[in-house]
């Protein structure tokens, strides 16, 4: 299974936000979207950036609580890990955890392509998994 199976069922849809909002905006978003990082970008294409809320609780460290004041530009992550479409789900797994990262925009000739966190990751291969263990079962139970 690949990145491209993860984007067919979950979709492509990208939320991101420009490099001169604030932090205030981009804790908003995180909120009110109900997701853990958003995708700097200028034009919704180029990747520029990602800023998680891990991003926001070191900025918070850091500069305390006028943090909210600061842009998105001055804490984002950069440069940005990205996956391709064609990359195995194995693959992903392993470089997540490797690298501690729970998110990774999917990237196709240079434009954004979509989003993958840990979660879509997780829950394709336990589906994987599971359609496995039903074909054994079904085999099992047609072999008698």
Do not use: F, Y
């Not at 908003?28 to 294409?45: C, F, Y």
């Not at 809320?53 to 950069?78: F, I, N, Y």
């Not at 690298?99 to 990774?104: E, G, M």
């Amino acid at each position: 299974m690949t990145v491209a199976a993860i984007l067919k069922t979950k979709g492509t849809h990208v939320e991101t936000i420009r490099p001169d909002a604030t932090l205030q905006v981009a804790a908003w978003d995180l909120t009110l979207k109900r997701i853990g990082a958003l995708v700097v970008s200028r034009d919704d294409e180029t990747v520029l950036g990602i800023i998680s809320e891990r991003d926001l609780v070191r900025a918070l460290t850091d500069h305390g609580p006028d943090v909210v004041r600061l842009l998105v530009s001055q804490v984002m992550t950069t440069p940005v890990k990205t996956c391709a479409p064609g990359d195995s789900i194995t693959a992903l797994m392993a470089r997540m955890t490797r690298d501690r990262i729970r998110h990774l925009p999917v990237v196709e000739a240079g434009r954004l392509a979509g989003i993958v966190s840990i979660g879509d990751v997780v829950k394709h291969r336990l589906d994987d998994l599971e359609l496995e263990a039903n074909i054994l079962r079904d085999v099992l139970i047609a072999s008698h």
